[in-house]
């Protein structure tokens, strides 16, 4: 998967636009803030979210998280897998750990997104912000 194929959410969602489908999941960032993953609750297909809508819930060891839709669709696939194994979020958060698949035919909602490198530097400034807020 190309690194150029994939936009990001300030909340580290990502997703990847393909022939007006939208593979929508968890960044590796926030798999590694959770640790590991112990369950999922997933949409159900045929659901409709708008952007920056709650779609799922991810339970870890550490929290609960939502996980909120990208872009405005129509779920259109579940990843099943999650429900037996939502270790795979952990494991591959970019291939076999994928969330959902949505039915997205506006471009200029992905385009908007964060592409890797603008999430990096992201995270870099939030990761200095909190430093500074722990030593006032």
Same mark, same amino acid.
């Given at each position: 998967m190309s690194e150029a194929?994939? @936009?990001l959410t300030r909340e580290h969602e990502w997703v &990847? &636009? @393909?022939n007006g489908i939208a593979t929508i999941?968890?960044?590796d960032f926030a798999q590694n803030q959770l640790r590991d993953i112990?369950?999922?609750e997933l949409p159900k297909v045929g659901g409709t979210f708008k952007q920056m809508q709650a779609t799922a819930i991810v339970d870890s060891v550490k929290a609960s998280s939502d996980i909120f839709s990208p872009l405005n669709g129509v779920v259109s696939e579940i990843n099943e897998k999650l429900l037996e194994h939502p270790e795979l979020i952990n494991q591959s958060p970019y291939e076999s750990g994928w969330i959902l698949k949505t039915k997205s035919s506006r @471009? /200029? $909602?992905f385009? /908007?997104?964060m592409t &890797? $490198? $603008?999430c990096d @530097?992201?995270?870099d400034e939030e990761g200095q912000k909190d430093k500074g807020s722990e030593m006032e």
């Open positions: 194929n994939i @936009r &990847m &636009m @393909r999941g968890f960044s112990v369950s999922i @471009r /200029s $909602e385009d /908007s997104l &890797m $490198e $603008e @530097r992201f995270v």
